[in-house]
């Protein structure tokens, strides 16, 4: 069966689907073809299903009601995730007052952060761009998310807030639920679970095969150095990644239940396999 996989331009993402995209882990049921794209037009691109299997922002899941969630691939913090930065310190009352720089609508990221400080004025731009945006003063705050999570000191930037440790505490230690993949509802619950084991099996690979695997994901460095990437690699490629179980399952839930009681996102059913 020869089906569409998309993924982002990220060192997290490339590290899972190495085995699969190498042929290193091979599989009689799928022929692949991939798709990178930014998260936030994947997040766009799933709103009317144009792949069969992509990466989204978990946030994304309350709009694309053609997909079920996967249960391996999965972007977990344990205890961390997205962070706010500045130039200088600033009260909560003048972040919540700032126009921030987001990393799209559709964000996990932009979600958690208005459960954590409540609606705010915003402004949206290619993540990649936000640490520029702040240093220069375009923004006066950014939110951040993938490796720039790990590299704001390099870009002249602070923390002001970290919205990771916040989502720990709240939930009293459940993972940070941020990007999961997904696949076409409509292939059935057979096509989708050899799918997912698939994908399992590339992580399990990546993971027992590190250095060969980091090599592959440099290739979406960004020119960041080498430790850098293989910190955040290690961050994002856990043992929710693996397969979500019930903490990532709970978590994800957990999100959406806050979510919708401040009317942050509409009513939907949510399909994990």
Not at 115 to 138: H, Q
Not at 144 to 164: P, R, W
Not at 188 to 195: A, L, P, T
Not at 244 to 260: D, H, N, P, Q, T
Request: with cysteine; proline share 4%.
């Amino acid at each position: 069966m020869e089906i569409s996989v998309g993924h982002t331009p990220d060192s997290d993402d490339a590290f899972m689907f190495y085995g699969m995209f190498t042929g290193k882990v091979s599989s009689t049921d799928f022929i692949v073809n991939q798709v990178i794209e930014d998260i936030e037009k994947l997040n766009r691109k799933a709103i009317n299903p144009q792949l069969d299997v992509t990466a989204v922002s978990v946030h994304a899941c309350a709009y694309i009601p053609d997909y079920t969630i996967l249960r391996s691939g999965g972007s977990f913090g344990i205890n961390y995730g997205p962070i706010v930065t500045a130039k200088k310190k600033l009260a909560l009352e003048q972040i919540k007052k700032s126009r921030i720089a987001i990393p799209g609508k559709m964000t996990s990221a932009f979600l958690l952060l208005q459960l954590m400080i409540g609606k705010f004025d915003y402004v949206e731009m290619n993540f990649s761009e936000i640490p520029k945006a702040v240093k220069t003063g375009d923004v006066d705050v950014g939110l951040v998310i993938h490796e720039t999570q790990l590299s704001y000191e390099l870009e002249g930037n602070l923390k002001i807030l970290d919205v990771g440790k916040w989502w720990h505490e709240k939930t009293s230690g459940l993972p940070v639920p941020l990007g999961i993949n997904v696949m076409k509802t409509s292939l059935g619950i057979d096509v989708i679970r050899k799918f997912d084991n698939f994908l399992q099996k590339s992580i399990e690979f990546g993971l027992a095969h590190e250095d060969d695997a980091l090599d592959y994901a440099m290739k979406y460095s960004r020119s960041k150095p080498r430790e850098l990437i293989k910190k955040f690699v290690k961050m994002y490629v856990n043992a929710v990644t693996v397969n979500m179980g019930e903490m990532g399952e709970r978590s994800i839930r957990k999100m959406f239940e806050l979510a919708k009681q401040e009317k942050l996102v509409p009513e939907f059913n949510l399909h994990i396999a």
